[in-house]
């Protein structure tokens, strides 16, 4: 759906390519969010998401929940339900087809919290595009 693998590197269909540029703008909408690692896979995408606190205070940290019935805004759910809207509804649009299902229902998030973490998150992003090679050859 997103792309393929070939040879260790992942070469993205125009899904792919549209996934990858709406996370590169995310910044563009959240003042205090940036992107880091990040990889789209044929059927799935791993990204790190650096939430910048400081400047905002702790009063504004980003949530981890969103309240019944309503989003927060700048909270990790609100941030990935708008990112994965957008692509949906840019990718629809593309093709002409109003019900086409872009998304699995959830999604996996994890706080990272020392910089050897991230360092290992980042090289498993990195090297996961290897790995598919390997299982799918």
């Known amino acids: 759906m997103f792309g393929e693998v070939v040879n260790g590197e992942v070469v993205l269909s125009e899904l792919g390519q549209l996934v990858r540029n709406l996370w590169d703008r995310i910044p563009r909408h959240q003042s205090n969010v940036d992107v880091d690692e990040f990889v789209v896979m044929p ?3 791993h990204g790190v998401l650096i939430i910048d606190l400081q400047s905002r205070g702790t009063i504004y940290r980003a949530p981890t929940e969103e309240r019944f019935g309503g989003p927060i805004p700048g909270s990790i ?18 093709i002409e087809d109003p019900a086409l299902r872009v998304w699995q229902r959830g999604y996996y998030e994890h706080v990272i919290r020392s910089e050897d973490e991230l360092n290992g998150i980042r090289r498993y992003i990195q090297t996961n595009p290897i790995r598919w090679d390997l299982r799918h050859s």
């Open 43 to 45: 059927d799935h995408f």
């Open 77 to 94: 759910p609100t941030i990935i339900r708008t990112y994965k809207a957008a692509v949906t509804r840019m990718w629809r649009k593309s």
